[in-house]
């Protein structure tokens, strides 16, 4: 039996960090509330990443120690669990069941592809637009396994029938296998929903500085980012990594899945007309005046549509689309995380901790912003190539915001760099749920995902930087 494994060493580690801040205060030099909530931060964190208990649970440590050390009071920290946000997360997560339990995710993929697929690169292509697509709405694990069993089939069809072998086919397996699992992350990136890094600046930027960051704001910042990195993936994937030489694939696959799942069924119609009005709101709720935007928010239209799926019925008899029984698949764990990163968030503003970061880090402004925007990004990318992109996203971006008091500079941009950095690890398969879920094909290694996963850090890293630094300022600097 292993006694120095990760999960024991956090597990000792965590209470160790939380003791000395908390028992020292030469260490930090802090007040008895600012101090408290750094050591349940660095408690909380460690246990994030090291996972001697369960995620969640860990999640639920704010609750428990800010009130008992002083760092917040009760009702501080426990209202962040009913944060705005969280809920706004949950009707999404709702939408998204609807979607899964009646098949509408595999029909808008297999008809993506019927349209696309005529070669291997344009099946490589009708595969990302896909992926990325659904990966908007729903969580990157959740869609990286939908299109999985899609692309071992593609895989599997091109290799019976003999269109490729060989080097090209190996070459159309892993560029394919790839594209789902990066297109799955990089789809995440366009809407607050779509990653969870987005909802926690969302979350953070309402709590601690008190602006709504809707979805249509993300989305004009987001989605040219998502377009951006899709089209470098996918002739990186298909010019440079991955070529393809004799290339005569003419495939019927999709149009047959098709076939096998007949028309629209009144379900999924109705889920689509759903989905399609939640989004449609979601982007234009930011457009329409005053009175109407600042009550029909975000989290509003979430909900709406989460609620219409219990009253809209289906072809079974007395059954409505949903039912609360499906409730048992939402992550509720995930929720509870979300909201231990808002508690925290809370305790930050609230005991001024803060304010400390932003003395502690004002040398910086001594270096051109430009340059902490690059260091930023990468190290947190790096970082989350081995760490929970959630874990690191709820510990660097109220971090940030002390940062940019520190540097005298808007909070959000710095922000948004952790945000979309944290979903961008590239090269190792316990970086992302997407890297993982592709890996455990047979046609992946370690060295090949960290070859054609190297470079896409990198442009990602330069696409971040160059968004954060031209474009955010313009869409959201308040």
Known sequence: MKVFTRQNIGAVLGPLLFCLILFIPDIT????????????????????VTE????????????LLLPLTGGTDEKTATMAYGNPIVFMYMGGFI??????????????????LRYVGTSSKRIVLGVAIATAFLSMWISNAATA???????????????ERKFLDGKSLDNFAKSLLLTVAYAASIGGLATIIGSVPNAVLAGIA???????????NWFMFGFPITVVLLVLMYFYMTKIQFKVTDDHISTTFARDELKKLGPMSREEKYVGIVFLVAGVLWISSGFLPAIISSRLTDTVI??????????????????????????????????????????????????????????????????PYLLIVIVLTAAVLAMTEIMSNTATSNMIIPIT?????????????????????????????????PNAAVFSSDYLTIETMVKAGFWMNVFSIIVIVLAVYFLQPILFDF
């Not at 396994?145 to 290799?159: F, G, N, R």
Request: proline fraction near 6%; aromatic fraction near 8%; charged fraction near 15%.
């Open 29 to 48: 030099g802090l007040q008895s509330s600012p101090r408290a909530v750094l050591a349940v931060t660095l408690w909380t964190a460690t246990w994030w």
């Open 52 to 63: 001697p208990i369960p995620i969640p649970a860990t999640s639920f440590l704010p609750l």
């Open 95 to 112: 939408i998204a069941l609807a979607i899964e339990k009646w098949n509408l995710h595999k029909r808008i993929a297999l008809t993506i």
């Open 145 to 159: 396994l939908m299109m999985l069993p899609i692309a071992l089939a593609l895989i599997s069809e091109v290799k």
């Open 206 to 216: 309402s709590t601690v500085l008190d602006q709504r960051i809707t979805f249509a």
């Open 302 to 367: 979430s909900m709406l549509g989460a609620t219409a799926l219990f009253l809209l019925p289906s072809t079974k008899k007395k059954e409505k689309l949903l039912a609360w029984e499906d409730m048992k698949k939402l992550p509720w764990g995930l929720l509870v995380l979300f909201g231990g990163g808002m508690s925290l968030a809370a305790a930050f503003e609230d005991s001024k901790l803060t304010e400390w970061f932003g003395e502690v880090l004002g040398h910086l402004d001594a270096l």
């Open 401 to 433: 915001v002390g940062l940019a008091m520190g540097i005298g500079v808007a909070p959000y941009g710095l922000m948004a760099a952790v945000a979309l950095a944290a979903s961008c690890a590239f090269m190792l398969p316990i970086a992302t749920p």
